[in-house]
């Protein structure tokens, strides 16, 4: 499968942990987006990564969440200290040029 | 304020019957607007883009800027056109998309 991939696809955590999820992208893609998805919205963006340049993060990215894409291929986001406000699905993706974007399968983080 | 709105949640439709999935937008500028579909199971994928003006699964959807809606048609509802809908917008240099909240597509046989 040459689609974006994400991992883990689901995580259970206790409140106050911290979790770190993966995504890799489509490999020719220099584009790498992240979103969040609540139960009954649709999703939202958080943070844009062109190659391993960090270039937007939305207000939804609070201090707690932090994104990382070393060497402009796979990407992490890492929650720390996590809330039962953060339960949600976490979707990765990519781009090659262009609005026109690939969507991973998706993290669901549920936290406890 | 950018913003994407779907007013339905639940769309019920026979199986046959026209579809027409609602979206009216927000935006300061010339977004491109998108059609994306989620089925059962399965990742969130794009059906269609404005500037494409193609028909994809049988699906149309037209830019209207004067009510600044671009609804999803289909004159011929199929059961496996059962998913979920998102209407969607990009129009910074991001390309970030912002999305509407999702219709869900139901066809009764």
Aim: proline fraction near 5%; include cysteine; charge should be positive.
């Amino acid at each position: 499968d040459t689609g974006v991939s994400q991992d883990p696809r689901h995580k259970i955590t206790k409140r106050g942990q911290n979790v770190t999820f993966r995504c890799d992208p489509i490999s020719e893609h220099n584009r790498l987006y992240w979103y969040r998805q609540t139960l009954g919205q649709g999703p939202e963006f958080l943070t844009y990564f062109q190659n391993e340049a960090q270039l937007e993060k939305s207000r939804l990215l609070s201090d707690r969440f932090s994104a990382e894409r070393p060497k402009g291929s796979f990407s992490t986001l890492e929650i720390q200290r996590t809330e039962q406000g953060d339960s949600a699905m976490y979707l990765c993706a990519s781009s090659p040029r262009g609005p026109e974007q690939y969507f991973g399968p998706g993290t669901r983080l549920t936290v406890t | 304020a950018q913003r994407v709105t779907q007013p339905e949640k639940l769309l019920s439709v026979f199986k046959g019957a026209p579809v027409e999935l609602k979206c009216n937008y927000s935006y300061s500028g010339s977004p491109e607007l998108f059609w994306y579909v989620q089925y059962s199971r399965q990742r969130l994928q794009l059906l269609l883009r404005h500037i494409s003006r193609e028909s994809i699964k049988g699906f149309t959807a037209d830019l209207n800027k004067g009510e600044t809606s671009f609804h999803l048609k289909k004159p011929f509802a199929q059961e496996e056109d059962s998913a979920m809908y998102y209407c969607a917008l990009s129009g910074s240099r991001d390309d970030k998309i912002i999305f509407g909240k999702g219709t869900r597509l139901h066809i009764l046989p």
